[in-house]
């Protein structure tokens, strides 16, 4: 009978902190509007990142092809961490061009102060090749990260956080990720 009770308090325990996003340090991580947006893999996270955005009421100019110039005025930079093949071919660049523009955006940021915050919302599904060369160049230069749970699944930006002292915020679905936006943007 015993088992059976801590088998099912450990089951209630697993779904407790699953309805509520892990975070280290996350709670204290604040920025500020305007918010700029892009994608430097060119995967259709992005338009599910802004559509979150959109349903939290928090305004973002979203641009596939953000230059460093483009974020005079802003004050918060999202980076989509996440990379598309098909995206890169469609949209007429390759990786390369991709990782230096991120760079570009990365640098001319951190020159205006403009707060950096990371976003991989494609989970398992973007974590290919294309996705792991963005990840390796950009979460690590990131103020905070916000990452859905089955894109953590190797606990990749656990590991990534811990190493470079990033807040970190893990949600289930894509969906949850507006209530942590809004915790982000209320100050």
Do not use: W
């Not at 005025?73 to 093949?85: E, R």
């Not at 570009?104 to 060369?133: F, P, W, Y």
């Amino acid at each position: 009978m015993e088992r059976k009770t801590v088998r099912i308090l450990g089951v209630a325990i697993l779904a407790a902190l699953l309805a509520f996003p892990l975070t280290a340090g996350a709670a204290d991580f604040k920025a500020e509007l305007p918010v700029a947006m892009t994608c430097p893999g060119q995967a259709p996270d992005g338009q599910m990142v802004k559509l979150v955005m959109g349903r939290a009421k928090i305004p973002v100019k979203y641009d596939m092809f953000l230059e460093p110039k483009d974020l005079a005025g802003h004050k918060t930079l999202i980076l989509i961490l996440g990379g598309s093949g098909k995206g890169l071919g469609s949209a007429g660049v390759d990786l390369r061009e991709e990782m230096k523009r991120a760079e570009a955006l990365i640098a001319e940021a951190n020159k205006q102060k403009i707060k950096l915050i990371g976003v991989h919302a494609g989970g398992e599904d973007r974590r290919g090749d294309v996705s792991t060369k963005l990840i390796d160049l950009v979460a690590p230069k990131m103020q905070y990260i916000i990452v859905r749970a089955d894109g953590n699944k190797d606990s990749l930006f656990d590991k990534l956080a811990a190493q470079h002292k990033i807040p970190l915020t893990v949600v289930q679905q894509s969906p949850d990720m507006g209530p942590v936006l809004q915790a982000v943007f209320t100050k």
